[in-house]
């Protein structure tokens, strides 16, 4: 998945990043609520993770203006108050959910993975392909009756395609996926990634497509 995080708290927001970052995941980091609007005109994001107190203006507003431009990511408010009018305030707004700071990041994941289910974004069991099993949540790989651990981005990237069996995705949308603005790679690194799961799956009936100019696509072979 690909979260912005929009905090001003930038102890908070390195220690978010790097959890993320563990995790397999890509998060972006904006500071205030300017850079949040210019990443989000850039990137489509899986989730939006909004502060409500933030240098430039209050991130309530943000949210309703997201809200009232039929934007459908899922946001989740960082929030410093535990008043209920407040909570209710924000789910009235338009917030998927809220989390009260300060918070244990085990925490903050659960809440992520409630709100994805409830949009059928993740679900919980595991995805099957042709003779293929994937669970994106563990990362578990299944192919020919044996089970193989993919790597955090091996596992980030083939969930970009059981998402959408048969869907191109080019380079520059998969490096979207798993690759933050602050890291500097080249669209290389995709096919070194999608080579690693080409050999993964070489004894399936499935198989990653190269569509010459356009990109991948995954596809069945019988």
Same mark, same amino acid.
């Given at each position: ?140 790989? %299944?192919?020919?009756? #044996?089970? +193989?651990?993919?790597?955090? @981005?091996?596992? $980030?990237? *083939? &969930?970009?395609?059981?998402? /959408? ?19 500097? %790679?080249?669209?290389? #690194?995709? +096919?070194?990634?999608?080579? @690693?799961?080409? $050999?993964? *799956? &070489?004894?399936?009936?499935? /198989? ?15």
């Amino acid at each position: 998945m690909r979260f912005l995080l929009v905090e001003d708290n930038l102890k908070l927001a390195k220690a978010l990043c790097d959890r993320f970052a563990l995790e397999g995941h890509v998060a972006d980091h904006a500071e205030c609520l300017s850079d949040a609007e210019t990443a989000i005109r850039t990137v489509a994001y899986d989730m939006i993770l909004l502060d409500i107190m933030l240098p430039d203006g209050d991130g309530r507003e943000f949210l309703r203006h997201h809200r009232a431009k039929h934007d459908p990511t899922p946001v989740i408010v960082l929030t410093a108050r535990s008043e209920v009018s407040d909570r209710v305030g924000l789910l009235d707004l338009g917030a998927d959910d809220y989390i009260t700071k300060p918070f244990d990041f085990s925490e903050l994941q659960a809440r992520i993975r409630a709100v994805m289910r409830r949009l059928g974004g993740v679900a919980n069991n595991a995805k099957t392909y042709g003779d293929v099993v994937f669970d994106s949540t563990t990362g578990a790989l %299944v192919v020919a009756g #044996a089970t +193989e651990q993919l790597r955090n @981005r091996e596992m $980030r990237l *083939l &969930e970009v395609f059981f998402a /959408a069996p048969g869907q191109i995705f080019s380079k520059s949308h998969l490096m979207d996926r798993l690759f933050s603005f602050s890291e500097e %790679v080249s669209e290389n #690194a995709i +096919e070194v990634y999608v080579g @690693r799961l080409r $050999r993964k *799956l &070489e004894a399936s009936s499935v /198989a990653i497509e190269t569509v010459r100019g356009l990109g991948y696509r995954m596809v069945l072979t019988s």
